[in-house]
């Protein structure tokens, strides 16, 4: 059974930096974030195959978020730089055993149960 942990979200202000930090117990094909905004729906931030192999993110994080994956500690990361009041949201950790896509990752049954995150301006 995958089980995720999230930690490291917070609130900061706008420009700043956050680094959230996912611990597994079992790596999966595509590891990845999604996040989700008050009275918004689900959107994906950032995913990686297993081992941290060819990151791919949403259009609006480029540039500024890097995910990352350390299977020795059993740790997915995300930071985030530049941080904008638009992404005030919850953040979470999946995981998808055969596609790799952010419709998987956010249907995914592994996913843990959020850190929250606020950018003011």
């Known amino acids: 059974q995958v089980q995720l942990v999230e930690s490291g979200g917070g609130s900061v202000q706008a420009g700043g930096s956050l680094r959230l930090s996912c611990a597994y117990t079992y790596s999966r094909y595509c590891m990845g974030w999604f996040r989700q905004a008050p009275g918004k729906e689900r959107e994906g931030v950032a995913r990686?195959?297993?081992?941290?192999?060819?990151?791919y993110y949403a259009d609006s994080m480029k540039g500024r978020f890097t995910i990352s994956q350390d299977n020795a500690k059993n740790t997915l990361y995300l930071q985030m730089n530049s941080l904008k009041p638009e992404d005030t949201a919850m953040y979470y950790c999946?995981?998808?055993?055969?596609?790799?896509?952010?419709?998987?990752?956010?249907?995914?049954?592994?996913r843990g149960q959020g850190t929250p995150v606020t950018v003011s301006s």
């Open positions: 990686v195959f297993n081992g941290g192999i060819s990151p």
């Open positions: 999946a995981a998808a055993a055969y596609v790799c896509s952010w419709d998987s990752l956010i249907r995914s049954d592994y």
